[in-house]
């Protein structure tokens, strides 16, 4: 099969487009023909080698966690699934190895949900990561109805789904992100103030008595922030600065999950979650996507179609 692949650690230079062999299919595991996968920071991360003490590399590496496609073959017990269902999937494995830019790949049942017929492949390949991410984040830091949250990064790929979950639960959502995006995100419900020197003036003349939640999807000066920002007795949850766990927050990880994925991609489906993907790839021009993203300051997701 098609893929594209990195043989070693490096740069955006390392990735070329080659064939692999097709992936064997776990007795848990289904093949999935990909349509449409989904990029997030944390590929580039990987290939960068920031990982290395986490998670074990075999090269040569096809990234992607991301993925909506077709079932193709279903492993020997996976009652879930059949051939020809369609399914999205953040198809993170133990070790990186079989990733989604590629025309077929391996993804264990416990990491995938059925797609809504009304939910495109492009959306759907942009929703599991980033949504479970903004899912997961969202519930751990206990906010609710009548919360003031800031959430860092607003207008990013995790940040805005996060934004959208935490006005559903009745939230008063504050976002910080580059002035290009302040429409977006009042579009999206929120109230935009600016990254960068004003951001604590700007944020506190917002809510003076700090905030109740503070979502961190950019780390650096957001975590510099939280003393300033917070609230007594306040909730902060990261997921890019470890510092948090110093200040009594939450260093969080996503993890897969069937139930929350098709929570989320009933949402989406039904259009009360709103998925962003600001550009479409082609497979033979992958290594663009990601110079694009790598590039920062993107709004929702990017997309490769295979």
Known sequence: MKALLYDQFGGNDRFRIGAVSDPLVGPDSVLVKVVAAGLNPV??????????????AVFPVVPGWDVAG???????????FSVGDEVLAYARKDFVHGGTIAELVEVPVRTAAHKPSGLSFEDAAALPLAGLT???TVRRSGLGAGSTVLVHAAAGGVGSFATQLALMAGARVVGTAGESNHDYLRELGAEPVAYGDGLVAAAKALVPDGFDVILDYVGGQAIDTVPD??????????????????????????????GELAE?????????LRVTVSEVFDLDDAAKAYAALEGGHTRGKIVVRI
């Open 229 to 258: 920002l917070l609230r007594p007795g306040g909730s902060v949850v990261s997921i890019a600065d470890g510092r948090v766990a110093g200040l009594g927050g939450t260093y969080a990880w996503v993890r897969p999950n069937s």
């Open 264 to 272: 989320l991609a009933a949402m989406a489906a039904a259009g009360r």
């Open 70 to 80: 077709v079932v193709v073959k279903a492993g020997l017990d996976t009652p879930e």
């Open 134 to 136: 903004a899912l997961q």
């Open 43 to 56: 590929d580039y991360k990987v290939r960068e080698g920031y990982l290395q003490g986490l998670m074990q």
